[in-house]
């Protein structure tokens, strides 16, 4: 999703991040909640992440929290916009090359720049797209936004609730699942403590999609040497109300059993690259620049795409 207005998660352009930051901060929105059920007075885990990637959907308590992880992960600003680049690239490689037509992204976050509908409905106007987010703010949000797409919609729902996720009359409305779905669980698998859970998350939703489908998933990535950070870094989240837990590489790459990872296979976010054949990513498009290779691969990140075969 996107943040419409300013957001730059694309191609830093003429906007050098330090600009973007300071214009975020300076163009923040009011201090009020614009529904009555979004609480301003905790930080949240998507308004957070707004911040590190230079929106405005965010308030004072999620800008101290995210400047509190920021002092933990200097790079998080840096990793944020490499998540964003794997989500875009992803779907449009899944469009472009693929074939994909169908979206299901589970934790689809604030509005940005390149939102999930514009990159697949760049490559086919008529590509439809079911975002799913449990936020209060990402609702009103992408209620303004898509309020006048006709091919997207946006469904309140939870992640940890994946049979009745999948079972929900409008996302089967919207949807053919008897055609192949390109499932986008990126970024929002961490949010979940349990691991047996995140699993069976990723394999009910697996199941219910057809031969041919396609699954992306990034996640935090938790290391010897990134220990300590992460131990601090969950008492900032749980203060922002959000459970969760990083994952090793072993156990980020176990949450693709039973799929079929394709091009680099599950890797660390500095390694990832499109399947084969995209050329966007060759040719313009990237949405980061990868220019410090040292911070890069510092990134706290796995990824990677899978196909669901049968
Ligand atoms: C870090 S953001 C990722 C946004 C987007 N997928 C991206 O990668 O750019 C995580 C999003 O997951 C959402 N989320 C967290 N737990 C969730 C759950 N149990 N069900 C649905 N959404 C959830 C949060 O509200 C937030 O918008």
């Known amino acids: 999703m996107t943040q419409s207005e300013t957001g730059n998660v694309g191609s830093p352009g003429p906007l050098a991040e330090d600009e973007q930051r300071s214009s975020a901060a300076a163009e923040?929105?009011?201090?009020r909640p614009p529904a009555p059920d979004v609480d301003i007075t905790k930080p949240h885990v998507a308004r957070m992440y707004d911040y590190y990637l230079g929106g405005k959907h965010n308030y004072a308590v999620d800008r101290e929290a995210a400047e509190q992880m920021l002092?933990?992960?200097?790079?998080?600003?840096?990793?944020?916009?490499?998540?964003?680049?794997?989500?875009?690239?992803?779907?449009?490689?899944?469009?472009q090359e693929a074939g994909i037509r169908q979206f299901l992204d589970i934790g689809s976050g604030l509005p940005t720049q390149q939102n999930v509908h514009e990159v697949a409905q760049a490559v086919d106007p008529d590509a439809r797209v079911?975002?799913?987010?449990?936020?209060?703010?990402?609702?009103?949000?992408?209620?303004?936004?898509?309020?006048?797409?006709?091919?997207?919609?946006?469904?309140?729902?939870?992640?940890?609730?994946?049979?009745?996720?999948?079972?929900?009359?409008?996302?089967?409305?919207?949807?053919?699942?008897?055609?192949?779905?390109?499932?986008?669980?990126?970024s929002v698998l961490h949010c979940v403590e349990d691991d047996d859970q995140a699993q069976r998350i990723v394999k009910t939703l697996s199941d219910a999609l057809p031969s041919g489908s396609y699954v992306a998933i990034s996640?935090?990535?938790?290391?010897?040497?990134?220990?300590?950070?992460?131990?601090?870094?969950?008492?900032?989240?749980?203060?922002?109300?959000?459970?969760?837990?990083?994952?090793?590489?072993?156990?980020?790459t176990a949450l693709f059993t039973g799929?079929?990872?394709?091009?680099?296979?599950?890797?660390?976010?500095s390694e990832w690259t499109p399947p084969e054949g995209s050329p966007a990513f060759e040719g313009g498009g990237n949405v980061v620049s990868l220019d410090d290779?040292?911070?890069?691969?510092?990134?706290?990140?796995?990824?990677?795409?899978?196909?669901?075969?049968?």
Request: net charge neutral; with cysteine; hydrophobic share 40%.
């Open 219 to 252: 996640h935090a990535l938790q290391d010897e040497s990134t220990k300590e950070q992460w131990a601090k870094g969950r008492e900032i989240y749980q203060r922002a109300q959000a459970s969760g837990r990083v994952r090793t590489r072993e156990e980020i």
């Open 293 to 310: 290779p040292d911070v890069v691969k510092t990134v706290p990140i796995m990824c990677g795409i899978a196909r669901i075969d049968r």
């Open 28 to 31: 923040h929105l009011e201090e």
């Open 71 to 95: 002092k933990l992960f200097p790079q998080g600003r840096i990793a944020a916009r490499m998540n964003r680049r794997f989500l875009i690239e992803s779907v449009r490689w899944m469009a």
């Open 130 to 186: 079911v975002y799913v987010d449990n936020d209060p703010l990402v609702r009103v949000h992408a209620e303004a936004l898509l309020a006048t797409e006709p091919n997207t919609i946006f469904l309140t729902g939870n992640l940890c609730e994946p049979e009745d996720l999948i079972n929900r009359p409008e996302l089967r409305e919207h949807l053919d699942l008897s055609r192949p779905v390109g499932l986008l669980l990126v």
């Open 259 to 269: 799929l079929t990872p394709v091009g680099c296979g599950v890797v660390h976010i």
